[in-house]
């Protein structure tokens, strides 16, 4: 019995000390990764491969006070086939999300429905193209989650193609987007 209580006190007992040391200061290695920005497009069916076909690809957000005391906020993601500057000369694409009534917080545009013709809602949503000629027809879209302007959202509508001379449908889903705050991203705040 005492062979078995030293062997006990000799191996179990510092087997057992190594165990739970190993055990209790294992912390957990998993690395969380950072949510990536996805966009994906599609026009009249056919997908876009939007980070292989434009060489822009920007956003912009925008809030201010009405003179009649609303919160107006704009949201942009303007594609643009050429690099360099954001021009309405070049051949680009807009998504234009914006509300006339918007949540006096931070966030440069709420979550919540977006129409097109924008009916009893205050929330609009248009899609561009280049040219004087185009227009939206209709489009419905949504901001899902807006995490400290870190937008997901999809809008779908139908729109003119002056180039194309018809009308087109499109399809926009884009997730982990950050909304940037630079004027120079897009014409199109100003417009809105």
């Not at 193609?161 to 884009?174: H, I, K, T, V």
């Given at each position: 019995?005492?062979?078995?209580?030293?062997?006990?006190?000799?191996?179990?007992?510092?087997?057992?000390?190594?165990?739970?040391?190993?055990?209790?200061?294992?912390?957990?290695?998993?690395?969380?990764?950072?949510?990536?920005?996805?966009?994906?497009?599609?026009?009249?069916?056919?997908?876009?491969?939007?980070?292989d076909y434009y060489e822009s690809i920007t956003t912009l957000g925008v809030?201010?006070?009405?003179?009649?005391?609303?919160?107006?906020?704009?949201?942009?993601?303007?594609?643009?086939?050429?690099?360099?500057?954001?021009?309405?000369?070049?051949?680009?694409?807009?998504?234009?999300?914006?509300?006339?009534?918007?949540?006096?917080?931070?966030?440069?545009?709420?979550?919540?429905?977006?129409?097109?013709?924008?009916?009893?809602?205050?929330?609009?949503?248009?899609?561009?193209?280049?040219?004087?000629?185009?227009?939206?027809?209709?489009?419905?879209?949504?901001?899902?989650?807006?995490?400290?302007?870190?937008?997901?959202?999809?809008?779908?509508?139908t729109f003119y193609n002056p180039y194309a001379e018809s009308m087109q449908?499109g399809l926009l889903l884009f997730e982990n987007v950050i909304i940037g705050?630079?004027?120079?991203?897009?014409?199109?705040?100003?417009?809105?």
């Amino acid at each position: 019995m005492k062979k078995l209580f030293d062997f006990k006190e000799k191996y179990l007992n510092p087997l057992v000390w190594i165990i739970l040391v190993l055990f209790f200061s294992c912390d957990d290695r998993k690395v969380e990764e950072e949510p990536q920005e996805l966009i994906q497009m599609w026009l009249d069916g056919n997908e876009i491969p939007v980070y292989d076909y434009y060489e822009s690809i920007t956003t912009l957000g925008v809030k201010t006070l009405t003179d009649s005391g609303d919160v107006k906020k704009v949201f942009v993601i303007h594609f643009q086939k050429d690099a360099g500057r954001v021009s309405p000369e070049k051949e680009h694409y807009a998504l234009i999300m914006y509300d006339i009534d918007g949540i006096d917080n931070d966030d440069l545009i709420d979550e919540g429905s977006y129409v097109n013709p924008a009916s009893e809602s205050t929330k609009g949503v248009t899609l561009e193209i280049v040219g004087l000629s185009d227009y939206t027809s209709n489009a419905q879209g949504a901001i899902t989650r807006n995490d400290g302007n870190v937008v997901d959202g999809v809008v779908e509508g139908t729109f003119y193609n002056p180039y194309a001379e018809s009308m087109q449908n499109g399809l926009l889903l884009f997730e982990n987007v950050i909304i940037g705050i630079d004027t120079a991203n897009t014409f199109y705040s100003e417009y809105y």
